[in-house]
């Protein structure tokens, strides 16, 4: 962790701000190829090492091009295609407000090279060609989202209302299943998110939630402020209540377990006197109670 953070704050300037949407913008692009003919992306773009190390480096980049949805249709592929951009857009724009452009461009970026590095060892250690796409990258992104806002509400089939821990656990046992039943390629890919998942959030720590004042001041750089602490308010303590107090001396129950109180029949206005000054006192009479 602190490791990461020195990297943070000797490299965050070379960090590409809205990564997302250059992003999209590829997977746009992609999306338009594969609606015109997707051998374009196989034949031209697509992760493969054999073309890579003969000249064709441009692949390394372009591979991303891969487009997160389609269909059998030209008309669906299009809408779940421009769906799938809209909805990766935001949350890919959602996960760098709350790491930052550096960390997100890490966490984007590892799995990139994580997917390169797997084609490769696929290539020259066991001599098959492993087709990487960004399907498994981009569920990646969806599964982070979750880790922050498991409550947060999608619309499945713009209907039925999901919490995105439900999706997510959907999800994860359609990864078992495409593990389980998926080819070499899907296998990998699969193997390769995963563990950049665990590993970014085991180096990093992201998976406790940031209040708003701890995100701006990351992406902002300000410094944290100190507030002066509260002066704690005195106690007030709860007024006594009296239900005896003798007229003359003023003393109440509380003064004395043993003092006993009764009223006087001779004086007015129901005069009050403890067992001390019940016959000593001078009566109250009218007179006096007017003077």
Known sequence: MDFFRKLERKYHRYAIPNLMYYIILLYGAGLVIWLYDPMIYFNYLCLNPEAIMHGQVWRLVTFLAFPPAFGSFRFTAAFMGVLAL?????????????????????????????????A?????????????TTGFLNSAIF???????????????FVLPVKAKWLAVAECAAYLYSFLTGGISTRVELVVSLINIIIFFAVTRDYRRFSSGRLFRRNTGFPQTKLPKRRPMPKMEAPVRTYHRCAVCGRTEHDGA??????CSKCIGGMEYCQDHLYTHQH???TQKQN
């Open 120 to 132: 490769f060892i696929g290539y020259v250690v066991f001599g098959q060609f492993w087709l990487l």
């Open 143 to 157: 599964l982070a989202f979750a880790l922050y806002y498991p409550d947060a509400v999608f619309l499945l089939f």
């Open 86 to 118: 809209f909805v990766y857009y935001n949350l890919g724009q959602t996960l760098e407000s709350i790491w930052g452009s550096f960390r997100f461009n890490v966490f984007f970026l590892s799995g990139v090279m994580a997917q390169i590095l797997a």
């Open 258 to 263: 043993d003092l006993e109180f009764r009223y």
């Open 284 to 286: 109250v009479t009218l």
